[in-house]
């Protein structure tokens, strides 16, 4: 209406701001059930959190990442600090573990493939 009454140039700057503005009942309506749809589903969820089918509040990387914090400020050796992140995985404390134990332990974990030796830090000639 404005467009045809006054027939501004290409370049005028009102014109810019109304086309800037200018929303098509399309995109309107679909933001409108969008905003619906997304207080119906944060509903939903809410209602649902505590159900066994739920995702978990930490992802399994999130609970590695936290525990692989906790091995970096362990001090003993490689083997140990190992041992000390499959408990910590497996869900043992191993500050209850007898020193047998966790020698034990670490003897069973040596017997895996995934232990292995450390790749040699010497360069090849």
Not at 19 to 44: C, G, K, P, T
Not at 53 to 72: G, I, R
Not at 73 to 96: A, H, M, P, T
Request: with cysteine; aromatic share 6%; hydrophobic share 35%.
């Amino acid at each position: 209406e404005i467009i045809e009454r006054y027939r501004p140039g290409e370049d005028d700057p009102h014109l810019k701001v109304l086309q800037a503005a200018h929303i098509s009942d399309d995109e309107y309506f679909s933001h409108m059930v969008l905003d619906d749809l997304n207080l119906i589903i944060r509903d939903i969820r809410e209602a649902h959190k505590k159900d066994s089918e739920s995702a978990p509040q930490t992802t399994v990387a999130d609970e590695l990442k936290e525990n692989l914090e906790a091995v970096e400020n362990f001090k003993g050796s490689r083997d140990e600090k190992l041992v000390v992140l499959y408990c910590k995985q497996l869900g043992i404390n191993y500050k209850n573990l007898s020193d047998e134990e966790f020698r034990w332990l670490i003897r069973i974990l040596k017997k895996s493939k995934k232990m292995g030796t450390p790749i040699s830090q010497r360069k090849k000639r």
